[in-house]
C-alpha cells in the first residue's frame, strides 16, 4: 500500500510549487470565463433558452478536448523520467516502495494535481451561469464534469505510461507530444488504412460498410470520444452525437442508410473504448519500466 505515499508527496509538493497555481489559472480562464461570455451575452440579449443546450457541447468539443489533454501532458510526462535521471529514483526504490508502486503513485498524484482546479473552475463556471440565470441542466452538467476529469486522468495516464518507459526526459517529451499531435490532428490519417488494406487486399468492402468501421476506429481516439459523449448530452439521438463532426447533407444522407445502429457504435461501447485509454497505456509503460534497467 505504498503507492499512496508516494501519490500523497507528489500531490504536496505540487501544492507547494507554482504549477498548481498555473493551472488554475488556465481552467479559470477557460471555464470561468466563457461561462461570464456566454452568460453576459445571455442577458444582453434576453434569450437563456438557447445557452443550456450550447455551452457544454461547444466548450466541450472545440477547447476542452485540446487543452486539457495538452496540460496533462506538460504536468505528467517528466513525472518518472524526471526523477530517473536526476537519481532519486533510486532513492525512492531503496525504501520499501515497488516499481509498480512508482508507477501507481506518480499517476495518482499528477491525476489530482489535474483535477483539483479543473473541478474548482467548473463549479465556479455553474455557479456564475446561474448567476446569469443560464440552466445547462444539473445532472448533464455533472457529466459533463465526470467526462472532462476522466480525460484529463487518460492523458495523466498516457504520459505517465511514456514516462516509465523512456530512457531520456527528451524521448518522455517527443513521444508524448507526437501521440497528441496524432490523435488531435492525424487520426483520419489512421482510418484512412482500411481505404488501403480494401484496396491492396481486394476485400470488395462497399462505402457503407467502410464508413461503419472507420466510425469504429474514430472513436478509438480518445479525444474524439470525449467528444462524441459529450455531444450525447445534448441530444437524443445516438447517430447524430456520433456524427457530430460530420457536414449536414453527409448527415443526412448516412442517417437514411444507416438503418439501424450498430452495437459497436453505442454509447457503452465508445464509453469502453475510452476507458481503454485509462488502463492500456500506463499498464504498457509500466511493462517496460519493471524490465528496465535503472
Known sequence: MTWQAIARKDFRDAVRSKWLWALSAIFFGLFVGSAYLIGSNVQSSGNGSLTGEVFVPTLGNRVVALIVPLVAIVVAYSSIIGERESGSLKLLL???????????????????????PILVAMLLAAILLAIYGVDVGPLKYLAFVGLTL???????????????????????????????VVLTMLWTQVRRVLLVFNDKLGLGWE????????????????????????????????LSARLYSVG???????????????????????????????????????????????
Open 94 to 116: 531503496s525504501l520499501p516502495h515497488s516499481r509498480q508502486d512508482v508507477v501507481a503513485g506518480k499517476a495518482t498524484g499528477r491525476s489530482s494535481v489535474l483535477a483539483l
Open 150 to 180: 476522466l480525460l484529463g486522468v487518460v492523458f495523466v495516464n498516457l504520459a505517465v505510461g511514456v514516462s516509465a518507459a523512456a530512457s531520456t526526459n527528451r524521448r518522455a517529451m517527443l513521444g508524448t507530444v507526437g501521440l497528441y
Open 207 to 238: 462505402q457503407m460498410t467502410l464508413l461503419k468501421y472507420g466510425l469504429f476506429i474514430k472513436f478509438f481516439n480518445p479525444i474524439r470520444a470525449y467528444e462524441s459523449l459529450v455531444t450525447r448530452l445534448y441530444t437524443d439521438s445516438v
Open 248 to 294: 449536414r447533407m453527409q448527415r443526412q444522407v448516412i442517417t437514411q442508410q444507416f438503418g439501424d445502429l450498430p452495437f459497436y457504435l453505442s454509447d457503452w461501447v465508445v464509453l469502453a473504448q475510452f476507458l481503454l485509454w485509462l488502463l492500456v497505456p500506463v499498464a504498457l509503460g509500466y511493462l517496460v519500466f519493471e524490465k528496465s534497467d535503472l
